[in-house]
């Protein structure tokens, strides 16, 4: 069978980020020739979370976000990084997973040459790398990665994969990010396979204000 026969279904996304963000992990990414098995990610809950892009309303970057599920939103960050999310939840409610790192699994050769000279572990160890290693930008936020699959070269898709057992999954603050007041434990929504090489390192935040 191939990955779109293992696709999975709007209705998998269409539940709050803090829910589906553990289920993802394991599961498979597959976009360009590349895929990977998704080992670390964070959950952002929309306008209530200081953390989340949406937090100030919406914009024309972030109105991906504020669309149904299943549908991508990729942004810029730190002059040169593109980083994926997928869109969960309701329509509105602007709550996405960040997808933050990843094992290549197939097309290691064009992961090798976009990432260049460096190990394995760390083609696509963090969100930036991530981005980096799928050739992902603006032009592929809103993709929808649910729709049937219709043989389009840029399509996204999540297959089903093989998800880890609670087990295995390490809870804990997300990279970069603070809660009110900055307590970013407040926000335990980073979720990551125990003992994989190639979650990133984590890193506090600071606090992020609406204006």
Not at 15 to 43: I, M
Not at 50 to 64: F, I, L
Not at 68 to 74: D, I
Not at 184 to 197: E, K, N, Q, T
Request: hydrophobic share 35%; glycine share 14%.
């Amino acid at each position: 069978m191939s990955l779109e026969d293992h696709r999975l279904p709007r209705e998998f996304f269409a539940r709050p980020s803090v829910e589906v963000a553990p289920e993802l992990l394991g599961r498979h990414l597959s976009f360009g020739g590349v895929t990977l098995r998704l080992t670390e990610l964070e959950a952002y809950a929309g306008e209530l979370d200081p953390g989340s892009h949406a937090y100030r309303g919406v914009t024309p970057r972030t109105r991906p976000m504020f669309g149904p599920p299943g549908f991508t939103y990729v942004y810029f960050t730190y002059g040169h990084h593109w980083c994926v999310n997928l869109v969960v939840g309701e329509v509105g409610s602007a709550s996405a997973v960040l997808v933050r790192a990843g094992e290549v699994l197939e097309g290691e050769d064009l992961v090798r040459a976009r990432r260049g000279p460096v190990r394995e572990r760390d083609w696509a160890r963090g969100p930036g790398r991530l981005g980096q290693a799928l050739a992902m930008s603006k032009e592929h936020s809103g993709l929808d990665f649910c729709r049937p699959p219709v043989g389009d070269p840029i399509d996204l898709v999540v297959s089903a994969g093989a998800p880890v057992g609670r087990e295995h999954v390490v809870v804990g603050p997300r990279v970069g990010v603070s809660g009110p007041g900055g307590d970013a434990v407040a926000y335990p929504w980073r979720f990551s396979v125990a003992g994989d090489p190639t979650v990133s390192t984590y890193r506090p935040g600071v606090v992020r204000r609406r204006r």
